[in-house]
C-alpha cells in the first residue's frame, strides 16, 4: 500500500524529562466539544489495566482493517481501503468509545494528519498507541539495522503531533534487528521516546525475542506481542517444519509459545493475533473461543488488540459484550 511522502513540519512540542511523563496523568486532548443532545448514550468503560501513568481498556481497538492491512492478499487490502472513509474511520471510534473502549491502537499513517483533527472533532477522546516503522515513516528507506532505527525514531517523532500515550517499535523491525545480532540498538529508541514524554513499547512476533528483551531488562515501559510467528525465513520453516507454508505461515502451535512468554514477563503485553487476521472468525462461538483462550492465557496486566471490519455487522457491539461477558 503507497504511503504519503513526510512532510516537513514535524512537531516540537517535546517534554524534556522523563520523570515529569512518569508522573504525569496527562490524557489525550479531547478535541473539540460536542453538545450533549448529539452525544449518544456511552456504555460502562470496559475492565482497565495500567499502561504508564494511564488506564487503558483490557480489549484495545487495533487498526488493520482500517489501513488495509488484511493479511490475506492484495484484494482484500483495497476492500478495506474503500470501506473505511474518514467519516467510517471517526464513527468507529465513536462506537468503540460509546460500547466502552478506551484506547486505539494504529500503525503511524501519514493520512493521520487529516484524520486526527475529524476524530478529535467529532468529540472522540480515545487514547492513541501508535505502532512505529521507518518504513511507515518514509518507505523509501534503507532496511540496515541503523536505518531502521534512525527511521522508527524519526516516525515516532512525527507521531508526537497527535499525542499519543504510547509509542512501539513495530515487530517486524524489532524481529530484524534481532536477526541481524543488533537488539541493543532498542535502547537508543527508548531513550528517544521517552525524552518525548511518552511511554516506550517494543513489538515482536516471536517468543524467543520476548524472552531476550526480558533477560536484558531494557527501559521499555510496555510489550506488544503477536500469538503468530509471522516473521520467519524460509529457513526457519525448513528447520521447524519442513516445509514453506504459502501464505505468511499461520500454524496452531505458535499462540502456546507466545502465551508463555508473555507471562514470564513482568511488564504489561498489548497482544495481538488473537482472531488470526480472521481465520478464527468462522462463527461467534470460534470467534470467543479465541478471545476467552487470549485473556485466561495472558497475565491480568496485559490487555488484548483486536481489529475490527464492522462492515456487515455491528462487531462493535458483538466483540465488546463478548470480552464483557469474558472478563466478568
Known amino acids: 500500500m503507497a504511503r504519503k511522502t513526510p512532510e ?44 504508564g501513568s494511564h488506564r487503558v481498556s483490557r480489549m484495545i481497538v487495533g487498526s488493520n ?3 488495509g492491512y488484511s493479511h490475506f492478499n492484495r484484494q482484500y487490502d483495497q476492500h478495506m481501503l474503500e470501506w473505511f472513509t474518514d467519516e467510517r474511520i471517526v464513527k468507529l471510534l465513536l462506537d468503540c468509545e460509546k460500547a466502552g473502549i478506551n484506547t486505539w491502537q494504529a500503525s503511524f499513517n501519514w493520512d493521520m494528519k487529516r484524520q486526527f483533527p475529524k476524530i478529535r472533532g467529532a468529540g472522540c477522546k480515545i487514547q492513541f498507541i501508535c505502532l512505529a ?9 534503507g532496511r540496515t539495522p541503523e536505518d531502521i532505527l534512525k527511521g522508527t525514531i524519526q516516525c515516532a517523532k512525527a507521531a508526537a503531533e497527535f499525542k499519543p500515550i504510547g509509542i512501539a517499535f513495530h515487530g517486524g523491525a524489532t524481529d530484524a534487528l ?23 513499547g517494543i513489538s515482536t512476533h516471536n517468543p524467543k525475542i520476548l524472552d531476550t528483551l526480558h533477560e536484558k531488562g531494557f527501559a521499555n515501559d510496555f510489550y506488544m506481542t503477536g500469538l503468530h510467528y509471522l516473521t520467519r525465513h524460509p529457513e526457519d520453516w525448513m528447520k521447524e517444519i519442513g516445509a514453506h507454508p504459502l501464505d505468511e505461515g499461520w500454524i496452531d502451535s505458535d499462540p502456546p509459545k507466545m502465551v508463555e512468554a ?15 487476521a480472521g481465520r478464527k472468525c468462522g462463527s461467534e462461538e470460534q470467534k470467543r473461543q479465541a478471545i476467552e483462550w487470549a485473556y485466561k492465557n495472558i497475565k491480568p496486566i496485559d490487555a488484548t488488540i483486536i481489529g475490527l471490519y464492522p462492515r456487515y455487522s455491528d462487531q462493535v457491539t458483538e466483540t465488546t459484550k463478548m470480552v464483557r461477558e469474558i472478563l466478568a
Do not use: C
Not at 133 to 141: L, V
Not at 178 to 185: F, P
Not at 263 to 276: M, Q
Open 8 to 51: 516537513s513540519g514535524e512537531s516540537n512540542r517535546i517534554e524534556s524529562s522523563r520523570r515529569d511523563f512518569l508522573k504525569s496523568a496527562t490524557t489525550v486532548a479531547a478535541g473539540l466539544v460536542v453538545p450533549k443532545a448529539l452525544q449518544a448514550e456511552t456504555s460502562d468503560l470496559l475492565p482497565t489495566v495500567s499502561l
Open 65 to 67: 482493517p482500517v489501513y
Open 133 to 141: 516503522a521507518s518504513w511507515h515513516f518514509d518507505e523509501k528507506m
Open 178 to 200: 534481532y536477526r541481524a545480532g543488533k537488539i541493543d540498538l532498542l535502547k537508543t529508541y527508548i531513550e528517544s521516546v521517552h525524552d518525548l514524554g511518552i511511554a516506550a
Open 262 to 276: 508473555v507471562r514470564r514477563v513482568n511488564k504489561p503485553a498489548l497482544v495481538y493475533k488473537v482472531l488470526a
